[in-house]
């Protein structure tokens, strides 16, 4: 097991410094620069600044100064924001976005694997139309049409939620975030859960397990671990979709997380803002990406065994 | 020797006429096509003309102006053109005024009312007292506002449909980049095998931990904001699946005994390709690009929600939900309809794509 972590881990390593490398030189492709605004600088105050931010070194040179940097944990000032580095941004805004994000993915785990579950043991009747119907309802209303709706509806309708806002957590402001959030993947963790449940169930141990006489809890177990390993598969897809989608979410909702550094930042060309918010969601991704793995090697014993050399 | 690949049928009208989902989607996406390219020519409106008069009105059936509108823009002109109105009326398709003032009425101030969107221009019918007493006939201007109007008074009917042509268009453009790449790369990658392989198929995976929104947004920066260069930067980004599902397919089809056959006879590995390999894999393809072009769709929306993605006036189904989510207190109708087409499309084509798949597995 250590051994394939190991293994999976040295991979993620290359890819994460590939991705570091591709975002660095396309944003410099990218026309305009930092400093640009409506009246124009005086050219020696630009140059000034060029130089303050080590712009005007070579670009190569910029790159391995960057890597320099990031490699003692340090992403550098913010060429926008000025007085504050990305370091000091991320220290308020990270925390705000991991929570939203990972109670997103509880909610869509959890409600998606219950609404699967219902639909697998229930042949005709409800339980499957309740999946094609979460499934349809997750497709045909994407987050930025979920949000607003919800906003009406609970926000201004029923005044039962705040509309917006952070108000630094409190719990009534993260419930409609986290649901729009979380809707779009109940959707697809429903289904696939419904698929594979269904599949399991017929499978030749469970039918052993069965004539055995086993306690229906002892039966559920062995179901469920046989059933997962798509549903974790598709986990990783799940943490970068929910990554993208709280860059809508946050925006709708005004919460003061990554999401808009990730825009503003680009469209301002705040070089060292995007490439931290790249590297954070890369690598947020990979880590992602590295624990499924293992979720999988741990409830699947040939996928560890395959990887074998 | 494999068995041969089950592949999905190729024609849509055989599966759709056993399968009533699907029957169901291609009737709604053919509607909404068919609005979306008819339906702008039909509406009277140009898609970017601005009815100042009509700031963010309510969706009706009826033809505008009603008549507490006419009253109001009267009471309004007479105001701007400093007269007493003495008597009013509307009949048919005309308003007849008559307008008192303390002095003289100069006809040309008459024009107030051609300046408005209510009216068409003013004649004069009877002038008495001088010029200080003037009865005209004002004929007004019926228009149909059947989604109501946006916060610059335009046509939201128009600009949905508009922005209907649009989306579909860059849902279709942006599919056809993604699957040449994909289908151009997976086929070359899988053919080619060994290291080659391996290599291309590493990129891809790393592609794919990329955030494809920053991916998106830097693509727009380089391109520039323009429409036709937005499916560009989306064909870019989503064909890394089609690449792997043509590769898996490629790596399966070089086995069979028709390409070693091609091969023996001397055909040029593009000529096998293109010949042998991608007709062969076509079921998959076709299968995944019916989740590909409602993906695609979506992330378009989604881009030009962000503000990233076509510019006004021209717009898109994401433009206007973006506009419609910030008007949602008042004018809901910004956001409703927009988001039910938007809506019905990816719908329509999803349930297209499942019924094709569950046709290719019966």
């Given at each position: 097991m250590l051994r394939y972590f190991l293994s999976r881990a040295a991979m993620a390593v290359p890819t994460l410094f590939i991705i570091i490398a591709l975002a660095f030189f396309l944003m410099r492709l990218a026309p305009g620069g930092p400093f640009d605004s409506q009246r124009a600088l005086d050219p020696d105050i630009a140059n000034n600044l060029r130089r303050i931010y080590k712009l005007d070194r070579p670009l190569l040179e910029q790159f391995f100064l960057y890597l320099q940097s990031l490699a003692h944990g340090d992403f550098g000032p913010s060429l926008h924001?000025?007085?504050?580095?990305?370091?000091?941004?991320?220290?308020?805004?990270?925390?705000?976005?991991?929570?939203?994000?990972?109670?997103?993915?509880?909610?869509?785990?959890?409600?998606?694997?219950?609404?699967?579950?219902?639909?697998?043991?229930?042949?005709?009747?409800?339980?499957?139309?309740?999946?094609?119907?979460?499934?349809?309802?997750?497709?045909?209303?994407?987050?930025?049409?979920?949000?607003?709706?919800?906003?009406?509806?609970?926000?201004?309708?029923?005044?039962?939620?705040?509309?917006?806002?952070?108000?630094?957590?409190?719990?009534?402001?993260?419930?409609?975030?986290?649901?729009?959030?979380?809707?779009?993947?109940?959707?697809?963790?429903?289904?696939?859960?419904?698929?594979?449940?269904?599949?399991?169930?017929?499978?030749?141990?469970?039918?052993?397990?069965?004539?055995?006489?086993?306690?229906?809890?002892?039966?559920?177990?062995?179901?469920?671990?046989?059933?997962?390993?798509?549903?974790?598969?598709?986990?990783?897809?799940?943490?970068?979709?929910?990554?993208?989608?709280?860059?809508?979410?946050?925006?709708?909702?005004?919460?003061?997380?990554?999401?808009?550094?990730?825009?503003?930042?680009?469209?301002?060309?705040?070089?060292?803002?995007?490439?931290?918010?790249?590297?954070?969601?890369?690598?947020?991704?990979?880590?992602?990406?590295?624990?499924?793995?293992?979720?999988?090697?741990?409830?699947?014993?040939?996928?560890?065994?395959?990887?074998?050399? | 020797m494999n068995e041969p690949a089950r592949a999905a049928p190729l024609s849509v009208t055989a599966a759709a006429t056993r399968n009533w989902p699907m029957r169901t989607s291609l009737a709604i996406l053919g509607l909404i096509t068919i609005l979306c390219l008819i339906g702008p020519l039909l509406s009277g409106h140009p898609y970017d003309q601005v009815y100042r008069d009509y700031v963010l009105v309510p969706p009706s059936l009826f033809a505008h102006p009603f008549p507490v509108e006419i009253e109001d823009a009267k009471a309004a002109i007479a105001r701007r053109m400093h007269v007493r109105i003495e008597g009013a009326r509307v009949e048919g398709d005309a308003l007849h005024v008559t307008l008192g003032a303390g002095k003289r009425i100069d006809p040309r101030a008459l024009r107030a009312f051609a300046r408005s969107d209510l009216f068409a221009p003013a004649k004069i019918a009877a002038a008495g007292d001088d010029g200080r007493r003037l009865t005209i006939?004002?004929?007004?201007?019926?228009?149909?506002?059947?989604?109501?109007?946006?916060?610059?008074?335009?046509?939201?009917?128009?600009?949905?449909?508009?922005?209907?042509?649009?989306?579909?268009?860059?849902?279709?453009?942006?599919?056809?980049?993604?699957?040449?790449?994909?289908?151009?790369?997976?086929?070359?990658?899988?053919?080619?095998?060994?290291?080659?392989?391996?290599?291309?198929?590493?990129?891809?995976?790393?592609?794919?931990?990329?955030?494809?929104?920053?991916?998106?947004?830097?693509?727009?920066?380089?391109?520039?904001?323009?429409?036709?260069?937005?499916?560009?930067?989306?064909?870019?980004?989503?064909?890394?699946?089609?690449?792997?599902?043509?590769?898996?397919?490629?790596?399966?089809?070089?086995?069979?005994?028709?390409?070693?056959?091609?091969?023996?006879?001397?055909?040029?590995?593009?000529?096998?390709?293109?010949?042998?390999?991608?007709?062969?894999?076509?079921?998959?393809?076709?299968?995944?690009?019916t989740m590909l072009v409602p993906r695609v769709i979506l992330l378009e929306s989604f881009v030009s929600f962000l503000g990233l993605g076509v510019q006004e006036p021209l717009t898109s189904w994401g433009v206007l939900v973006a506009d419609g989510a910030r008007n949602i207190q008042g004018s809901i109708h910004l956001l409703i309809f927009p988001a039910l087409f938007l809506g019905a499309t990816l719908g329509a084509l999803q349930g297209l794509g499942d019924g094709w798949r569950r046709a290719g597995i019966q």
């Amino acid at each position: 097991m250590l051994r394939y972590f190991l293994s999976r881990a040295a991979m993620a390593v290359p890819t994460l410094f590939i991705i570091i490398a591709l975002a660095f030189f396309l944003m410099r492709l990218a026309p305009g620069g930092p400093f640009d605004s409506q009246r124009a600088l005086d050219p020696d105050i630009a140059n000034n600044l060029r130089r303050i931010y080590k712009l005007d070194r070579p670009l190569l040179e910029q790159f391995f100064l960057y890597l320099q940097s990031l490699a003692h944990g340090d992403f550098g000032p913010s060429l926008h924001w000025r007085d504050f580095s990305v370091n000091e941004l991320f220290a308020t805004a990270l925390p705000i976005s991991a929570a939203l994000g990972t109670k997103a993915m509880l909610v869509a785990i959890l409600v998606g694997t219950g609404l699967g579950w219902v639909g697998a043991i229930s042949k005709g009747g409800i339980g499957p139309r309740l999946v094609d119907g979460a499934a349809l309802f997750g497709i045909v209303l994407p987050v930025f049409v979920v949000a607003p709706l919800l906003q009406l509806g609970l926000g201004l309708a029923l005044h039962a939620l705040p509309v917006g806002g952070w108000n630094d957590g409190a719990w009534p402001n993260q419930v409609l975030p986290v649901i729009t959030l979380a809707l779009p993947q109940i959707a697809i963790v429903a289904r696939l859960m419904q698929a594979s449940l269904t599949d399991a169930l017929l499978m030749p141990h469970i039918r052993t397990l069965r004539a055995f006489g086993m306690p229906r809890s002892h039966i559920t177990l062995h179901v469920l671990r046989a059933a997962f390993p798509p549903v974790v598969s598709y986990l990783g897809l799940a943490a970068a979709n929910v990554l993208t989608g709280s860059v809508v979410v946050e925006t709708i909702f005004g919460i003061p997380g990554m999401g808009r550094y990730f825009v503003d930042g680009a469209l301002g060309r705040d070089y060292t803002l995007v490439m931290g918010t790249v590297v954070v969601v890369a690598a947020a991704v990979l880590a992602f990406n590295l624990i499924v793995d293992l979720l999988l090697a741990w409830l699947d014993p040939r996928v560890r065994y395959e990887s074998r050399p | 020797m494999n068995e041969p690949a089950r592949a999905a049928p190729l024609s849509v009208t055989a599966a759709a006429t056993r399968n009533w989902p699907m029957r169901t989607s291609l009737a709604i996406l053919g509607l909404i096509t068919i609005l979306c390219l008819i339906g702008p020519l039909l509406s009277g409106h140009p898609y970017d003309q601005v009815y100042r008069d009509y700031v963010l009105v309510p969706p009706s059936l009826f033809a505008h102006p009603f008549p507490v509108e006419i009253e109001d823009a009267k009471a309004a002109i007479a105001r701007r053109m400093h007269v007493r109105i003495e008597g009013a009326r509307v009949e048919g398709d005309a308003l007849h005024v008559t307008l008192g003032a303390g002095k003289r009425i100069d006809p040309r101030a008459l024009r107030a009312f051609a300046r408005s969107d209510l009216f068409a221009p003013a004649k004069i019918a009877a002038a008495g007292d001088d010029g200080r007493r003037l009865t005209i006939d004002v004929p007004l201007k019926r228009m149909i506002f059947l989604f109501g109007t946006d916060a610059n008074g335009r046509d939201l009917f128009t600009r949905v449909l508009i922005a209907g042509r649009i989306s579909l268009a860059v849902g279709l453009l942006a599919s056809f980049i993604a699957l040449t790449i994909g289908v151009a790369y997976g086929a070359a990658a899988g053919y080619a095998g060994g290291q080659l392989d391996s290599l291309m198929m590493r990129a891809v995976e790393i592609i794919y931990a990329l955030p494809f929104i920053f991916f998106v947004i830097v693509l727009v920066m380089v391109f520039g904001r323009h429409f036709v260069l937005i499916f560009l930067a989306i064909g870019a980004v989503e064909w890394l699946d089609m690449a792997r599902i043509v590769r898996g397919q490629t790596l399966s089809i070089k086995q069979r005994d028709f390409v070693a056959a091609a091969e023996a006879l001397g055909a040029t590995t593009p000529a096998i390709l293109w010949r042998h390999v991608i007709p062969n894999a076509a079921g998959p393809i076709v299968a995944y690009l019916t989740m590909l072009v409602p993906r695609v769709i979506l992330l378009e929306s989604f881009v030009s929600f962000l503000g990233l993605g076509v510019q006004e006036p021209l717009t898109s189904w994401g433009v206007l939900v973006a506009d419609g989510a910030r008007n949602i207190q008042g004018s809901i109708h910004l956001l409703i309809f927009p988001a039910l087409f938007l809506g019905a499309t990816l719908g329509a084509l999803q349930g297209l794509g499942d019924g094709w798949r569950r046709a290719g597995i019966q």
